[in-house]
C-alpha cells in the first residue's frame, strides 16, 4: 500500500470505511442526528446514531454526505461537530467538521467533484516542424460555472484529503474528453498525482476501465506527473511499473518538488521528459540555459527518452530548440488549450 506523500500532505481520503461524528453541542446534536438519518434512510442504509456514524461504500456516498452537511449546517455549527474517519479497525484522530470543507469560487470542493463542474481542454504538442502529435489535457471550468484556477481547486482538495477523488475524476474525464476527439495514434498527456493513490489496485482499476471502455490504445496515453509531486517514495517506482506493464507511458517535469533532476531521471527513466518553461523562455540568448537543456537531452537519450519543452511563446526560442535538437515543443506558439483539438497552427515563418 502507497502511504500518501505530498508536500504538506494530506492523508487521501479512502472508497470506503465508516464516518463518525460527535459534538457536545445541545442545539447541533438534534440537526446533525436528523441530517445523518434522512441522508442514511434516502441512501438505504441505517446509520448508527450513538454519536452518528455512517459507513459508505463509495466515495460518492462520502462526498454526496459531505455535501449534504456543508450545504445544510452553519459554519458555527460545523465548528461544534467533531467527526473522525474509520477504516476496518484503524480509527484516525478527531477533527472539527469543519476541516472537511473548503470552497472555490463560492462552492464546496466537493461539490466539484460530485458534480463534475469542470471540463477538460486539449493543447497541441508538437514536433520542430509543426506536425500535431499530441496533446495535453489540462482540467477546466465548465463555460457556465464560476471560474476557479486549477491549481487553487487541488491545492483546496488536497488540504482536505479530496485530491484522490478530485484526481480521479479529472483523469478520467481527461480520457473520455480525448478518446472522443483524438484519432488513434494521437498521444494524450493526462496529469496524475502518485501521492492520491493510497491502494494500487482500487485506485488504478477505474482508470484502466475508463481506457478500455472509450475504446483507447493504451499506448497512445501518457501520464504525467505533477510537477508539485515528491518521487522519492520507494512506492513510486511501484506505480511506474504497474501503468507500464498495461501499455501506458509515463512523463515527468524536469523540476520536481524534493528530489534531484539527474537522480530522478536516471531512477525512473521515464518515456518523456518535460523541459520547465524555466528553462525555456529566453533560451536563445542565455548560455546557461542552452548548457541545461543540452545535459538534458544527453541524459535523456541513455534511455531512449523524448524532451519535451514546454511554454515556448516566442519564435526565437522555438528556432534555437528545433536547431538544438529538442524532439517535441508545446506552448502559446503553437496553440492555446481549446475544448476541440487544434485544425491547424497558426502560421510560422520558419515553418
Given at each position: 500500500?502507497l502511504?500518501?506523500?505530498?508536500?504538506?500532505?494530506?492523508?487521501?481520503?479512502?472508497?470506503?470505511?465508516?464516518?463518525?461524528f460527535?459534538?457536545?453541542d445541545?442545539?447541533?446534536?438534534?440537526?446533525?442526528?436528523?441530517?445523518?438519518?434522512d441522508?442514511?434512510?434516502?441512501?438505504?442504509?441505517?446509520?448508527?446514531?450513538?454519536?452518528v456514524?455512517?459507513?459508505?461504500?463509495?466515495?460518492?456516498q462520502?462526498?454526496?454526505?459531505?455535501?449534504?452537511?456543508?450545504?445544510?449546517?452553519?459554519?458555527?455549527?460545523?465548528?461544534?461537530?467533531?467527526?473522525?474517519?474509520?477504516?476496518?479497525?484503524?480509527?484516525?484522530?478527531?477533527?472539527?467538521l469543519?476541516?472537511?470543507?473548503?470552497?472555490?469560487?463560492g462552492?464546496?470542493?466537493?461539490?466539484?467533484?460530485?458534480?463534475?463542474y469542470?471540463?477538460?481542454?486539449?493543447?497541441?504538442?508538437?514536433?520542430?516542424?509543426g506536425?500535431?502529435?499530441?496533446?495535453?489535457?489540462?482540467?477546466?471550468?465548465?463555460?457556465?460555472?464560476?471560474?476557479?484556477?486549477?491549481s487553487?481547486?487541488?491545492?483546496?482538495?488536497?488540504?482536505?484529503?479530496q485530491?484522490?477523488?478530485?484526481?480521479?475524476?479529472?483523469?478520467?474525464?481527461?480520457?473520455?474528453?480525448s478518446?472522443?476527439?483524438?484519432?488513434?495514434?494521437v498521444?494524450?498527456?493526462v496529469?496524475?498525482?502518485?501521492?492520491?493513490?493510497?491502494?494500487m489496485?482500487?485506485?488504478?482499476?477505474?482508470t484502466?476501465?475508463?481506457?478500455?471502455?472509450?475504446?483507447?490504445?493504451?499506448?497512445?496515453?501518457?501520464?504525467?506527473?505533477?510537477?508539485?509531486?515528491?518521487l522519492?517514495?520507494?512506492?513510486?517506482?511501484?506505480?511506474?511499473?504497474?501503468?507500464?506493464?498495461?501499455?501506458?507511458?509515463?512523463?515527468?517535469?524536469?523540476?520536481?518538488?524534493?528530489?534531484?533532476?539527474?537522480?530522478?531521471?536516471?531512477?525512473?527513466?521515464?518515456?518523456?521528459?518535460?523541459?520547465?518553461?524555466k528553462?525555456?523562455?529566453?533560451?536563445?540568448?542565455?548560455?546557461?540555459?542552452?548548457?541545461?537543456?543540452?545535459?538534458?537531452?544527453?541524459?535523456?537519450?541513455?534511455?531512449?527518452?523524448?524532451?519535451?519543452?514546454?511554454?515556448?511563446e516566442?519564435e526565437?526560442?522555438?528556432?534555437?530548440?528545433?536547431r538544438?535538437?529538442?524532439?517535441?515543443?508545446?506552448?502559446?506558439?503553437?496553440?492555446?488549450?481549446?475544448?476541440?483539438?487544434?485544425?491547424?497552427?497558426?502560421?510560422?515563418?520558419?515553418?
Amino acid at each position: 500500500m502507497l502511504e500518501p506523500y505530498h508536500f504538506a500532505s494530506t492523508a487521501p481520503l479512502r472508497d470506503e470505511g465508516v464516518i463518525e461524528f460527535a459534538t457536545e453541542d445541545l442545539d447541533t446534536y438534534p440537526r446533525l442526528h436528523d441530517t445523518i438519518r434522512d441522508f442514511a434512510d434516502a441512501a438505504g442504509r441505517s446509520g448508527t446514531l450513538d454519536g452518528v456514524s455512517f459507513r459508505y461504500d463509495n466515495y460518492r456516498q462520502l462526498l454526496q454526505l459531505l455535501n449534504r452537511l456543508q450545504k445544510g449546517l452553519l459554519r458555527e455549527e460545523t465548528d461544534n461537530i467533531r467527526f473522525r474517519l474509520k477504516y476496518g479497525d484503524d480509527g484516525l484522530p478527531w477533527n472539527p467538521l469543519s476541516t472537511l470543507f473548503e470552497t472555490v469560487g463560492g462552492r464546496g470542493v466537493s461539490e466539484y467533484i460530485l458534480h463534475r463542474y469542470f471540463t477538460t481542454f486539449l493543447q497541441p504538442i508538437v514536433q520542430p516542424n509543426g506536425q500535431i502529435v499530441g496533446y495535453e489535457c489540462l482540467l477546466r471550468p465548465l463555460p457556465e460555472q464560476a471560474p476557479f484556477r486549477p491549481s487553487e481547486l487541488f491545492e483546496k482538495a488536497r488540504k482536505i484529503g479530496q485530491h484522490s477523488f478530485l484526481d480521479r475524476e479529472a483523469r478520467h474525464a481527461a480520457i473520455r474528453m480525448s478518446s472522443a476527439h483524438l484519432p488513434a495514434g494521437v498521444k494524450r498527456f493526462v496529469n496524475f498525482l502518485p501521492s492520491s493513490l493510497y491502494s494500487m489496485e482500487s485506485c488504478l482499476k477505474g482508470t484502466f476501465d475508463a481506457i478500455r471502455e472509450t475504446g483507447t490504445d493504451p499506448a497512445d496515453v501518457v501520464f504525467e506527473v505533477a510537477e508539485t509531486e515528491r518521487l522519492d517514495h520507494p512506492e513510486i517506482m511501484n506505480i511506474f511499473d504497474h501503468y507500464r506493464v498495461q501499455g501506458i507511458r509515463l512523463a515527468v517535469d524536469d523540476i520536481v518538488s524534493g528530489y534531484s533532476t539527474a537522480e530522478m531521471i536516471d531512477r525512473l527513466k521515464p518515456d518523456y521528459v518535460k523541459l520547465d518553461r524555466k528553462w525555456v523562455n529566453g533560451c536563445h540568448q542565455d548560455p546557461d540555459k542552452q548548457r541545461h537543456i543540452e545535459n538534458l537531452l544527453e541524459r535523456a537519450s541513455r534511455f531512449h527518452g523524448v524532451v519535451l519543452a514546454e511554454g515556448v511563446e516566442r519564435e526565437q526560442e522555438w528556432d534555437w530548440l528545433r536547431r538544438a535538437g529538442v524532439p517535441l515543443l508545446q506552448g502559446y506558439l503553437f496553440g492555446l488549450a481549446a475544448p476541440v483539438p487544434a485544425s491547424g497552427l497558426r502560421s510560422l515563418s520558419k515553418i
